[in-house]
Structures are given as structure tokens and as C-alpha cells.
């Protein structure tokens, strides 16, 4: 399926990729132009939690996120840390980048991988 869009950048709905494994490239129509190809996978994930959120608040177009983490992991958003205090809990306040309707917290563990944990799309 193709998904056409007149800038650099496309931005997806909520729920218009199911799970599965897609490739993309950027398509050049008018020189026949093609990128590099890459893959995302949308996966259930049932394993061993990573982070737990205790509080994930909408105000104001920010969100209040509060939880915890298993030791080894970091949070962070935007590329930012977010920092966590001696029993690894965290709080912190999100604002979306410009241009952007949603924020996303990163969770990374060495072993058990990287998670996103999104909110957004009508931040009221």
C-alpha cells in the first residue's frame, strides 16, 4: 500500500498499522528517486514489564507522566533523560515537539529491549 504525501514527512493515525513487520523507503516520483529501505514492527509484547506507570495525565496540552522502572532501565523523551530517584520511580511533564500531537516515553533495558509508551493525538 502506498501512502502518498506532499512533504518529507508522513504522520500515521492511531491504529493505521495493525501488528506486523512493514518496510519503507522514500519514493522521488518525478526523477524515479528511491531511498534506503527500513522496517518497522508492531508487535504484542507480553513480557516481563519493564516500567510501570502509576499516573499518565493530560492537561493543558501537556501529560503528567509519574511511574517506575526495573533496575538497568532508562527513561527518557524526546532524547531527553528523564530522571529517575534511588527507587527508580520518575515524574516528569511532556510537552509534544513542535509540530508534533503526542509524546512518547522511552523505556530501554539492556536485556529487555526498548519500549515506547505513547500519548497523544487530540491533547486536550
Known sequence: RKLPSPTARLALKPGELAEGSYRFWVEIPDTGGRSGEARIVIDFDNAQPTASF??????????????????????SSAGVPIALDRHLRFETTLAPQPGETGVAVRIA???????????????K
Do not use: A, M, Q, R
Open 54 to 75: 502509576e499516573k499518565v495525565e493530560v492537561k493543558d496540552g501537556k501529560v503528567n507522566v509519574k511511574g517506575t522502572v526495573i533496575e538497568k532501565t532508562t527513561v
Open 109 to 123: 533495558h539492556p536485556k529487555l529491549g526498548v519500549h515506547y509508551y505513547v500519548v497523544g493525538s487530540g491533547l
